[in-house]
C-alpha cells in the first residue's frame, strides 16, 4: 500500500478500536479485517458491544476526514447487534 494510505487506515484501526473500549460496554468479540483487490482496500473494525454512555468525541469526525482525503469513504453504526467501522480507500 501506498505509504500514506498504510498511515491513515492504521490510525482508523487505531481510533476504532479505542472507541470499541470508550463506548462498546460489554464487548464479547471484535473482528478487524483488511481487504485489498488491487483497486481498493476496505478496513472494517465490528465489535458485538451494546454501546454505553461516555460522552462523544471527535473520533468519528477524524476517522472520516482521513479517509476522505484519500477519495475514500467511512461508513459507521450499529449493525448485528454491534458497532462497525468501515473504511474503503480507492488505490
Known amino acids: ?26 464487548v464479547t468479540r471484535v473482528d478487524v479485517a483488511l481487504c485489498w483487490n488491487g483497486a481498493d482496500v476496505e478496513l472494517r473494525v465490528a465489535d458485538d458491544g451494546r454501546g454505553s454512555d461516555a460522552p462523544a468525541g471527535h473520533g468519528l469526525a477524524g476517522m472520516r476526514e482521513r479517509v476522505t482525503a484519500h477519495r475514500g469513504t467511512l461508513t459507521a453504526g450499529r449493525a448485528d447487534g454491534g458497532f462497525v467501522v468501515r473504511a474503503v480507500i480507492p488505490l
Open 1 to 26: 500500500l501506498p505509504p500514506a494510505v498504510d498511515a491513515t487506515l492504521y490510525r482508523v484501526a487505531q481510533e476504532a478500536l479505542t472507541n470499541v473500549v470508550k463506548h462498546a460496554g460489554a
